[in-house]
């Protein structure tokens, strides 16, 4: 009755075309579904993208209103003849041979130069003779001083003008710094040979101190006449501005790698100045919006003609960004995108606030509106709605998730569940015909005997007793099966009740050898017992040599060849051990986790023959855990077992 020797609990596979229609109908649907999902998460990205498309698109619509208002208010200023422009605009008014210019001195120069009073060269002819004719500077100085203090501011200028060089080229150049700084003093509207006053005599005082070589005043002289002509100071063409300029920042050791924004708006101007002049007689017309590319700097252009003249607007990009484009950033962060302007001829941009992560796209050519330039938007990630289409698709993955794994899961029991089934079933099944050989062989005994007894009415009194006791042994046996079979019912029912009583264990152990021993004998095979003293347990003396006796009897069992079983009783600590060592088949390893179940049966009892119900070591599992111990084993495969009943001592 050994349950040794056997096939992991569950082991048993269920069939395999069984597994695969379980598998196909578990996998089919869950394939359909899962396609559903993701058909459904394609369209959720779809409607994502189409509302993200259409926002960015009428975020493009409200940003190109926006700066079309915008620039359509500074033109309407133009328009009204507004004076008060702020920094990085000028407003200009081309006429006939005359440019207008609000507000007056924010470009370096100018296309044409207005004529500004200036005094007759005859005035200074006697003048001019004496000092380069007769040789006689000395003269020439009177003469000139003399004029210096005409009433007339023109005749005043030249002649200090005059009187300047002449000390000059008398050597007397500290009275001729102190004229020319008297020149400094005059108005900007008198001219000495086309030259504003005022610039000659800055100019003239840093040549006098270049020559002296080291005076510490040709820097702050060399820096007024700079500021002078940066801010438009003075009404100059580009030649002479140029001139005045590149000397200017030469005696200053100043080499801007900047354009300036005066000389970039004069540039701007001179186009336009050059571009009228050519065009046809003046018409009115709507606004013109334009980008002039002046020295890599897109500038903004807006012109209208009107009376007999053209106004235009010619704005930097400064002013563009602080004016028409702040207040559309606004409208840009209210609409959750980024926008960029671009010049649509070239590879430039005005402004750009397109981030990395910005998503759907949206953009305005420039010939599609009045702007100058190509508007593009982006949307920025991730505004309210892309968060809840992707919390929605988070979800809507889990749960696809979810259904997936209770779907393989339910797959897994089901198939795990039948595996076990199968496997009960084919235990049953063995158990079965295990029980019906172990009845068939007595019967077959007591069939034999009770035959013989009939047919041969005349055997001798030996004969007959041997044939009685063969019966009687044939009856223990049957009982014994019968006995096992309803004590492991009662055991599994839990109706079996145990009564614990002190017990010397010794005796019990060596009561239970001497039964088995005739037993064994019969079969070749030997028991032999040896105990270390007394040890008293509480125990149930007949549970208790129950499963000692299953030991012994599957020792028998699983040694075909006869041996020795050898039966040991020792204290250990506060345990007290009963080991059962036989030189059987042994154990494999990995069926030795399944010896104490029942109706387990293992490959090498099928392969010998060994015939038993599997519930051996099943009832001694269940008495020695009612005896609040425990059995274990060790095993070696064709070397034997060793069985251990570890009991706790009294006391």
């Known amino acids: 009755m050994r349950g040794t020797a056997m096939c992991p609990r569950g082991s048993a596979r269920p069939p395999r075309t069984l597994v695969a229609l379980i598998v196909c109908v578990t996998v089919v ?48 200023r133009l328009a009204a003849g507004a004076a008060d422009w702020p920094d990085g605009v000028v407003a200009v008014t081309f006429r006939t041979r005359r440019v ?16 500004l009073p200036e005094a007759p060269a005859g ?28 009433p007339d501011p023109s005749v005043r200028a030249g002649a200090l003008v005059r009187l300047a060089r002449a000390l000059r080229g008398a050597g007397r150049h500290d009275e001729a710094l102190s004229v020319y700084a008297g020149l400094r003093a005059f108005d900007d509207v008198v001219a000495v040979n086309g030259v504003p006053a005022s610039l000659i005599g800055l100019y003239g005082q840093a040549t006098l101190l270049e020559r002296a070589r080291g005076d510490a005043g040709l820097r702050a002289v060399a820096d007024d006449l700079a500021s002078g002509l940066h801010s438009g100071r003075w009404v100059l063409t580009a030649p002479m501005y140029w001139l005045y300029a590149a000397d200017a ?34 018409v009115a017309a709507p606004p013109r919006r334009e980008l002039l590319s002046i020295r890599g700097q897109s500038l903004v252009v807006s012109s209208q ?3 007999g003249g053209v106004r235009a607007l010619i704005a930097t990009p400064a002013f563009v960004r602080s004016q028409w ?14 926008f960029s302007l ?11 606030s397109v981030e990395p992560g910005a998503v759907g796209r949206a953009s305005r050519a420039a010939t599609d509106t009045t702007l100058p330039w190509s508007v593009s938007t982006a949307s920025l990630a991730p505004p309210v709605e892309r968060m809840a289409f992707e919390l929605r698709r988070r979800v809507l993955i889990a749960g696809l998730a979810l259904v997936a794994l209770l779907a393989l899961a339910a797959s897994y029991f089901i198939i795990r569940a039948v595996g076990r089934e199968t496997a009960v079933a084919r235990l049953q099944s063995d158990f079965v015909a295990a029980v019906s050989h172990e009845f068939r062989t007595p019967l077959t005994s007591l069939r034999q005997f009770t035959d013989m007894l009939i047919e041969q009415p005349a055997l001798g009194e030996d004969r007959r007793r041997q044939a009685y006791e063969a019966q009687s042994r044939s009856t223990s046996r049957l009982t ?31 009561r239970v050898v001497d039964d088995f021993r005739s037993q064994s004998l019969q079969s070749g095979h030997d028991v032999a017992f040896s105990a270390n003293g007394r040890v008293v347990v509480d125990s149930d003396d007949e549970a208790l040599s129950r499963a000692v006796h299953n030991l012994l009897e599957n020792a028998v069992k699983y040694s075909p060849t006869p041996h020795t079983v050898e039966v040991g009783l020792a204290r250990l600590d506060r345990d007290v051990h009963i080991t059962v060592r036989d030189h059987g088949i042994g154990i494999p390893a990995d069926e030795r986790e399944a010896i104490f179940s029942k109706f387990q049966r293992g490959e090498q009892a099928r392969t010998l023959g060994i015939m038993g119900t599997g519930l051996g070591l099943a009832m001694v599992d269940e008495i020695v855990r009612a005896h609040h111990g425990r059995v274990s084993v060790e095993s070696e495969p064709g070397k034997g077992s060793t069985f251990t009943i570890a009991l706790p001592v009294k006391g």
Do not use: K
């Open 480 to 510: 014994r099966l019968v006995e096992s079979l309803l004590d492991f019912g009662r055991m599994e029912a839990g109706a079996r009740r145990y009564r614990l009583e002190p017990c010397d264990l010794n005796d019990l152990v060596r």
């Open 249 to 282: 920042d030469r005696w200053r050791a100043e080499q801007s790698p900047e354009p300036r924004q005066a000389e970039v708006l004069a540039e701007a101007l001179g186009a336009l100045w050059n571009r009228q002049s050519a065009t046809a007689p003046l």
């Open 325 to 338: 484009l702040d207040p559309v950033t606004a409208v840009a962060r209210e609409q959750q995108v980024a």
């Open 305 to 307: 003609v009107s009376e």
């Open 342 to 352: 671009t010049d649509p001829t070239g590879p430039g941009s005005s402004t750009s």
């Open 100 to 115: 207008e210019l609000l507000p007056a001195g924010r470009v370096a120069f100018v296309p044409v130069v207005p004529s």
């Open 123 to 150: 005035v200074f002819a006697r003048g001019e003779d004496l000092e380069f004719r007769a040789g006689e500077p000395a003269a020439a100085v009177a003469l000139f001083t003399r004029l210096a203090r005409s």
């Open 29 to 76: 649907p869950l394939a359909t579904l899962l396609w559903l999902g993701w058909r459904l998460l394609e369209q959720d990205r779809s409607l994502e993208g189409q509302q993200t498309r259409q926002r960015v698109e009428r975020a493009a619509d409200l940003i190109v209103a926006a700066i079309e208002r915008a620039i359509a208010t500074s033109e309407q």
